[in-house]
């Protein structure tokens, strides 16, 4: 199975930047969507922003103009650019990529999710 592996995590200034990064630990064939989740302790995992393997992306308003995802399709690796971090951006990032194909008539799709990177944001 593979991994996904998430980085760039890290203790960020109000205001502050970071990139996150979201490397496959093997190749995944017929990708449909990449996303970033997030998670805190006392919440449930929320979605950040999504892009389709056709390159359309998606923001949460929480986020929209701050935060920006981006992939390198022969990579396969996703990156999620956050800028203008305040508080309520603490949270453990979660990377996810769903494939879908056919066998057959079957569908036969796939979700990966990374471990998580840890974003902390504090003065």
């Known amino acids: 199975q593979v991994q996904l592996m998430e980085s760039g995590g890290g203790l960020v200034r109000p205001g502050g930047s970071l990139r996150l990064s979201c490397t496959p630990s093997?190749?995944?064939?017929?990708?449909?969507?990449m996303d970033w989740y997030r998670q805190t302790p006392v919440e449930e995992r929320e979605f950040v922003a999504t892009?389709?393997?056709?390159?359309?992306?998606t923001y949460a308003d929480s986020v929209s103009g701050r935060f920006t995802i981006s992939r390198v399709c022969a990579k396969n690796t996703l990156y999620l650019q956050i800028d203008s971090l305040n508080a309520e951006d603490t949270a453990v990032y979660y990377c996810?990529?769903?494939?879908?194909?056919?066998?057959?008539?079957?569908?036969?799709?796939?979700?990966?999710w990374g471990r998580g990177t840890q974003v902390t944001v504090s003065s």
């Open positions: 996810h990529i769903y494939s879908l194909t056919h066998k057959g008539w079957t569908p036969d799709s796939k979700d990966y």
């Open positions: 093997g190749t995944i064939d017929y990708i449909k969507i």
């Open positions: 892009l389709t393997y056709g390159g359309a992306a």
